[in-house]
T-cell receptor, first 115, second 111 residues
């Protein structure tokens, strides 16, 4: 089956620093990638949709200058949390699909803890 | 996309069938029913999807009512590893394929 690799799986950083999370599609070309965040005991919240080579589309209430998304190639999307603060601590999950499939394939998630 | 309603939690005995209901009374004619599950601290996993007809794959069966206002996901022989949060989602298969997750059902499979 299709594999989406997400790194790192866990990151701890100091307040004010930036953190980059990578999402790679290992065996397919991802025309669309999605980024979600999830707080403990809550559901996934869609943050943004990114299509290769174009700017990401952010959901209402998500700060695009704080959560920078780059989808420069068909196999890689990155989410950079800029100037992270404790309230940004969350579980971040990416997902991807290729043209011709209706399914989404998810990465294993990144647990971000900001001290 | 149409909203869905699922019970917050359910229990199931190991080896028995787990039947997870989902109401989607405002579903549109071109919206599909999808099921994903999320095991603790992992990314969601696709299970099955359908439009009108019942569907079956190696993981589960999906039963959709004739009026399409509700559906049931069936895990025929639940195991402890099926303990997870199960999400029922309705979505069109065109456009951006944006997938919005609701609260889901937390299934506990007990020995």
């Amino acid at each position: 089956g299709a594999v989406v690799s997400q790194h790192p799986s866990r990151v701890i950083c100091k307040s004010g620093t930036s953190v980059k999370i990578e999402c790679r599609s290992l065996d397919f070309q991802a025309t669309t990638m999605f980024w979600y965040r999830q707080f403990p005991k809550q559901s996934l919240m869609l943050m943004a949709t990114s299509n290769e080579g174009s700017k990401a589309t952010y959901e209402q209430g998500v700060e695009k200058d704080k959560f920078l998304i780059n989808h420069a190639s068909l196999t890689l999307s990155t989410l950079t949390v800029t100037s992270a603060h404790p309230e940004d601590s969350s579980f971040y999950i990416c997902s991807a699909r290729w043209t011709g499939t209706e399914k989404l394939f998810f990465g294993s998630g990144t647990q971000l803890s900001v001290l | 996309d149409a909203k869905t309603t699922q019970p917050p939690s359910m229990d199931c005995a190991e080896g028995r069938a787990a039947n997870l209901p989902c109401n989607h009374s405002t579903i549109s004619g071109n919206e599909y029913v999808y099921w994903y599950r999320q095991i603790h601290s992992q990314g969601p996993q696709y299970i099955i999807h359908g439009l009108k007809n019942n569907e079956t794959n190696e993981m589960a069966s999906l039963i959709i009512t004739e009026d399409r206002k509700s559906s049931t996901l069936i895990l025929p022989h639940a195991t402890l590893r099926d303990t997870a949060v199960y999400y029922c989602i309705v979505r069109v298969n065109t456009g951006g394929f944006k997938t919005i997750f609701g609260a889901g059902t937390r299934l506990f499979v007990k020995a």
